[in-house]
Structures are given as C-alpha cells and as structure tokens.
C-alpha cells in the first residue's frame, strides 16, 4: 500500500511535454516524442483506393508521406462542412511508418504534471475494440485534452493503406 501512495506522489511530480492541437471543437494531445515537426500542409496527391481519411500523399522535406485526416477517421466532420482548411500537418515517425495528421491551427506545447492524467477513461472505450487510442483525459486549469497514442489509432488496415498511398506514389 505504501508503494502505491510513492508511486502516485512521483507520478504527480514527473511532467509530460504534450502537443495539443484541435479536431472538431476538442483539444486532442500527443506526447511530444511522437512529433517530428510541424509544417504548412503541402500540396495533397489524392491515392486511389485508399480510404477518405487518407487524404494522399504529399511531398515533405524530399519524403513522400500519406496524410492522414483525424478529424474524419474519429467522425468529427459535420455535415456540409467544407473540411478544407487544414493549414498545418504534424509530422509523426516511427520505425514503421511516417505520415502527416492534418490540423486546422498551429499546435502549441504544453507542459502538464502526470498527476493531471486520468487513465480511467478506458471504460468510455468500446471493450470489444483492440485499439485502445485514448491514453487519458488531461485536466489543464478548465481545459480538458483527450490524449490520444497517435500509433495506436493506426490499425492494420490504416496501416496498409498508408504503405499502399506511398509505395503507388514513390
């Protein structure tokens, strides 16, 4: 019992560096680590046969990558909403796979104690689904920031499709 209570005082006290940026009229967060940068979305190659939250592939510092729509893959999108506006795309690599996530602001960095993190929300989660995206819910003063796993949103299928976008485009 008394380990549980030393854990959480140096939880409170450790600090996560998070990227926090807007899909539908929620603020979404990413760890830091997961960002390799920041650009103003390129020009976007529509990919045939990929599915419409994959808006295609454009061209990033030399490196063909497939861009990636959130807002449409979490159904944010009202309907007759022009979703054109995207004017930034945050830039995520991993060994496995490198895409850009379209987002209509630019990002800001926030810096949060682990201790305003609740992982509980993983009953909101359906339990049938494997891919368990949502780290936790960050409280921020009022603010509330769903802190999402950016790899863990990328299924098998979204996965594919992403090496399918690119490999047609190289």
Same mark, same amino acid.
């Given at each position: 019992?008394?380990?549980?209570?030393?854990?959480?005082? &140096?939880?409170?006290?450790? +600090?996560?560096?998070?990227?926090?940026?807007?899909?539908?009229?929620?603020?979404?967060?990413?760890?830091?680590?997961?960002? &390799?940068?920041?650009?103003?979305?390129?020009?976007? +190659?529509?990919?045939?046969?990929?599915?419409?939250?994959? #808006?295609?592939?454009?061209?990033?510092?030399?490196?063909?990558?497939?861009?990636?729509?959130?807002?449409? #893959?979490?159904?944010?999108?009202?309907?007759?909403?022009?979703?054109?506006?995207?004017?930034?795309?945050?830039?995520?690599?991993?060994?496995?796979?490198?895409?850009?996530?379209?987002?209509?602001?630019?990002?800001? +960095?926030?810096?949060?104690?682990?201790?305003?993190?609740?992982? +509980?929300?993983?009953?909101?989660?359906? !339990?049938?689904?494997?891919?368990?995206?949502?780290?936790?819910?960050?409280?921020?003063?009022?603010?509330?920031?769903?802190?999402?796993?950016?790899?863990?949103?990328?299924?098998?299928?979204?996965?594919?499709?992403?090496?399918? !976008?690119?490999?047609?485009?190289?």
């Amino acid at each position: 019992m008394a380990d549980k209570v030393i854990t959480r005082e &140096k939880e409170s006290h450790r +600090t996560l560096q998070i990227v926090v940026f807007k899909l539908g009229h929620e603020e979404y967060g990413l760890h830091i680590e997961q960002i &390799k940068e920041v650009v103003i979305t390129p020009t976007i +190659t529509r990919m045939p046969q990929t599915p419409s939250y994959v #808006r295609g592939v454009a061209n990033i510092r030399g490196n063909v990558i497939a861009i990636f729509d959130l807002e449409e #893959r979490f159904n944010l999108i009202k309907e007759g909403s022009q979703n054109n506006s995207n004017k930034y795309t945050l830039v995520v690599e991993s060994e496995d796979v490198k895409l850009g996530l379209l987002v209509n602001e630019v990002p800001n +960095t926030v810096s949060v104690n682990a201790g305003d993190l609740d992982e +509980t929300v993983s009953i909101i989660n359906d !339990a049938n689904t494997e891919s368990n995206y949502i780290k936790g819910i960050i409280k921020s003063g009022k603010r509330l920031i769903i802190l999402i796993d950016i790899f863990r949103v990328i299924d098998q299928e979204m996965n594919s499709s992403i090496k399918r !976008a690119t490999t047609l485009a190289a």
